[in-house]
């Protein structure tokens, strides 16, 4: 993979009704038009939920549904943001202080997020001021990755507006650390795969170092992307940091218990890659030295040695300081497993046998068991719509994303497609008012599509 720039493309706007159209807004909105647009897709995770923050790959691709912001630089230090959308409100702060409300995420302060990221990452005293409209179709809170998508494509819009060039990699690293401004202790999954992506291939996405490899997806099946209707805000609920946080309090028992220095330990993979051994091995070791109950932060201390005020200061997030018991099994559990299940699925799609799609149906089915049985990210809503997927034909259904709402997504064959969509939105969105007003971007079939890109008029 080179270490390129996002490309820049010059299109002839008469043919993008899109970008025309924008441009029209823009010009009705601010009184001049903008200067360059800037796309970054959302994406949908295959397989491997929740282990990026703990250090494993994972394999996403990325979605036609996109952020897409038109951009005119401007001379005063101000940054305007109005969206397409009305139900989202017009924002402007000064360039030289960005203040993010972790509190109460609205949709700008993803946008600032990566406004920051880049102005810190260069130390940018006088930034460009800029007018900007936004126009999304990612299903907001839908585990699209609609919030990544969009401080994805501010850092680019920022890094464009000042005059700088980075390398792909060099933009995801900086859009993941940003994205924690929210609070969100992501792990980096979906700003690599909105700057990475390719059209027509799937990536392994492998961290520290961050890279991306191209996975050739079965041709004879479809993924087919389902929302729940339930939405979910990682940021605005403390399930996902949780989540996170018992994973790393998991990490540090696993490595006392070897006589590692656990202090430095942060994440599950560190305790496999220090131990030198494989996952199935550490499956053995979860089960050897971690109970199925749930530990009480008493009995975290005691395991580590350290005070209740050393845990919450030193380990536990912000808004994980008052959570009282934390299971610990069942999360490494589910980590370890899925870190090779994601192994199995790309060694899988490269050998080709010609029951790849059974064996990659079957690894996505054993995905969704452990994120509900395991890691408790499910929710009834999504638990039916697996199981509707199931009944009309799919080989495989898992939810994709963060979970407690948002979409499954589940591999058809091709063949069975028509019938599949058509039964699927018959049983689970005709008979409700509010899942019918969104089975149009509720329920498609998607193919791999390209990372973010700059478009400038030809």
Known sequence: MAADAPS????????QPRLLKLKESFIAKFGSAPKFYVRAPGRVNLIGEHIDYCGYAVLPMAIEQDILIAVEPVKTEVVQLANINSSYLDFSTSVNNIQINKSKPQWHNYFLCGLKGIQEHFGLNNPTGMNCLLDGTIPPSSGLSSSSAL?????????????????????????TKSERYIGTEGGGMDQSISFLAEEGTAKLIEFSPLRATDVRLPSGAAFV????????????????NIRVMECRLATKLLSKSKSLDWKKMLRLQDVQASLGVSLE?????????????????EEICKCLGISLEDLRSQILSQNTQNVSTFKLYQRAKHVYSEAARVLEFKKICSEAPDNAIQLLGELMNQSYISC???????CPELDRLVDICLQFGAIGSRLTGAGWGGCTVSMVPTDKLNTFLKNVKKTYYQNDGQRLALENNGLFATKPGRGALVFVEA
């Open 8 to 15: 820049t493309v010059p299109v002839q706007l008469v043919e």
């Open 225 to 240: 992307i389902a929302n729940s209707c339930v939405e979910m805000n990682k940021a605005a609920t403390s399930h996902y």
């Open 151 to 175: 401080v994805c494509c501010a850092g680019l819009v920022t890094l464009k507006a000042n005059g700088k060039t980075l390398s792909k990699v060099e933009l995801a690293e900086i859009c």
């Open 281 to 297: 091995e550490m499956l053995t070791i979860v089960e050897e030295v971690l109970h199925p109950e749930p530990y009480s932060t």
């Open 372 to 378: 509900k049985e395991m890691y408790e990210c499910s």
